[in-house]
């Protein structure tokens, strides 16, 4: 069962930027498509991003389209999450998740939350205005 850890969070100032890193405990750590989501308080868990197992494949939540980057270091077992020009709006719990993808293809990514099986803790982003 791989374990996810988040980290990056923080506060900061609109317009700032943060990167958010994931890192994962096991070694085959390309195996897995592997998603960002968010949950702001009294709200639902939302889809932010997802990347495909080699990274070649990429998708986003539309209002986050531009601001937003995923990426992945399968070497280092990290997925990234660059965010600029927050907004407070952004305020939220990020997590990753990961997930096995069926069919087993390089290209698959998942947008739903149920799909993932694997959750990492959160780290807080918090925006100030």
């Known amino acids: 069962q791989v374990q996810l850890v988040e980290s990056g969070g923080g506060l900061v100032q609109a317009g700032g930027s943060l990167r958010l890193s994931c890192a994962a405990s096991?070694?085959?750590?390309?195996?897995?498509?592997l998603g960002w989501f968010r949950q702001a308080p009294g709200q639902e868990r939302e889809f932010v991003a997802t990347i495909s197992r080699n990274g070649g494949t990429t998708d986003y939540a539309a209002s986050l389209k531009g601001r937003f980057t995923i990426s992945r270091d399968n070497a280092k077992n990290t997925v990234y999450l660059q965010m600029n020009n927050l907004k407070p709006e952004d305020t939220a719990v990020y997590y990753c998740?990961?997930?096995?993808?069926?069919?087993?293809?390089?290209?698959?990514?998942?947008?739903?939350?149920?799909?993932?099986?694997?959750w990492g803790q959160g780290t807080q982003v918090t925006v100030a205005s």
């Open positions: 096991e070694g085959t750590f390309s195996r897995y498509v």
């Open positions: 998740a990961s997930k096995v993808p069926y069919p087993y293809s390089s290209g698959r990514y998942y947008t739903e939350a149920n799909d993932y099986n694997y």
